[in-house]
């Protein structure tokens, strides 16, 4: 059964398709054959769409869903990203914060921000894949439905970038480190698994999503969930809390990996390959960066933060080289510019974070969307 199953045949060329019936908004993103991947278009509408709806009588809730059958969203556009990070590789923050990537992520991020703060209920249905991008766009949200499709990853680390889009506001704060080991191993999460971290909050079978959505028209968002809703299985990471807690408490990537490798299960040893795998500089900015979003007073401020490491890693050469090996070339065989995270130096990790010069920085203000939209359709 699609994800979407409502007919998209007359919306077949919109990137999002935003209709309004009964009092529900429904945003439907539809890439389907890029599993709904956001570009920036995306985004604008997106933005201009919500800010309309929030103040519009005739729209009581807003539901958020993917088209096609394989997801909400895989994430960003990360080829386009790959073009501006061969271009500036080493080209400083000034170069790199006047690249349409940085565009794509200051509005991107002002977007998930807004989704936090959206003064009516938003119902993200987080069915299938949802990955980076698709994390930024749901998780934030004031309802969030996983089902028995769901697969959810923040997978950065794995192409030389550190998780964003309040990736790490969402994993810093889940209890006993098992959002750490989210956001190190990229490992993908199920429906469970994300119920199980505080990452969502209603769990429904995908059979029942049509219902919800009928529901949602006929009655109350509380009371078209409680029709709908089951109880989640078991987390099978949810299990493994003891030993993640233990082992990712560490205060560096090399430690967390000695950690999984001496507990010497087939759960911990998977952990420590999958940490080995991933970019070194990527990984020891990241455990940094969550370690800092923990002090953080709002999901702004690791925003901001993010944008900071977006622009570090647009810049150094493993996210070049992770999207490459990854997403284009895909051999799987990345050459990253370190051997192991023992070998990057602290003052490089630190620099991830490190204030962007100033009028670089990103920043949160009113009327963004609309210019937004008029300056990425124009």
């Not at 059958?69 to 170069?95: K, N, S, Y």
């Not at 952990?271 to 991933?278: C, D, S, Y």
């Not at 100033?358 to 969307?369: D, K």
């Amino acid at each position: 059964m699609p994800h979407s199953d409502r007919p998209r045949s007359d919306h077949a060329e919109a990137v999002v398709v935003a209709e309004e019936s009964d009092g529900i908004g429904t945003l439907t993103l539809n890439r389907p054959a890029a599993i709904n991947a956001l570009n920036r278009e995306m985004v604008a509408i997106l933005t201009a769409v919500l800010d309309d709806w929030a103040v519009d009588p005739r729209v009581r809730a807003v539901v958020l869903d993917g088209a096609g059958t394989r997801g909400l969203c895989a994430g960003g556009d990360v080829v386009a990203i790959h073009r501006d990070a061969v271009a500036l590789r080493g080209a400083g923050d000034e170069a790199a914060a006047a690249s349409d990537s940085a565009a794509f992520w200051r509005e991107e991020y002002r977007l998930n921000a807004a989704i936090a703060d959206y003064p009516k209920p938003y119902v993200a249905i987080m069915d299938g894949i949802v990955m980076g991008g698709g994390v930024g766009v749901s998780a934030h949200a004031g309802v969030r439905v996983v089902t028995d499709r769901t697969r959810l990853a923040m997978p950065e680390t794995g192409i030389g970038l550190v998780p964003d889009v309040g990736g790490t506001w969402l994993l810093s704060r889940v209890p006993g480190e098992l959002g750490t080991y989210a956001a190190l191993t990229a490992t993908q999460l199920s429906g469970a698994d994300v119920i199980a971290l505080g990452l969502a909050d209603h769990y429904v079978p995908a059979e029942r999503l049509g219902a919800l959505r009928a529901g949602l028209v006929a009655v109350s968002v509380d009371d078209a969930l409680a029709a709908v809703a089951a109880d989640p299985p078991e987390s099978s990471l949810a299990q493994q809390r003891e030993w993640i807690a233990e082992a990712f408490a560490a205060d560096t990537v090399a430690e967390i990996e000695e950690n999984c490798r001496a507990l010497g299960t087939a759960e911990s040893v998977a952990a420590a390959e999958a940490l080995a795998a991933k970019s070194p500089t990527a990984a020891a900015a990241t455990l940094a960066a969550l370690r800092a979003a923990r002090e953080d007073s709002s999901l702004r401020d690791a925003l901001r933060r993010e944008y900071r490491t977006s622009l570090r890693c647009l810049q150094h050469g493993d996210l070049a080289e992770g999207i490459r090996a990854q997403v284009i070339d895909k051999d799987r065989r990345p050459t990253w510019q370190q051997d192991d995270t023992r070998a990057v130096p602290a003052d490089e990790v630190a620099a991830f974070t490190a204030p962007l010069p100033a009028g670089l920085e990103l920043t949160f203000g009113p009327g963004t969307a609309a210019t937004t939209l008029e300056e990425t359709l124009r």
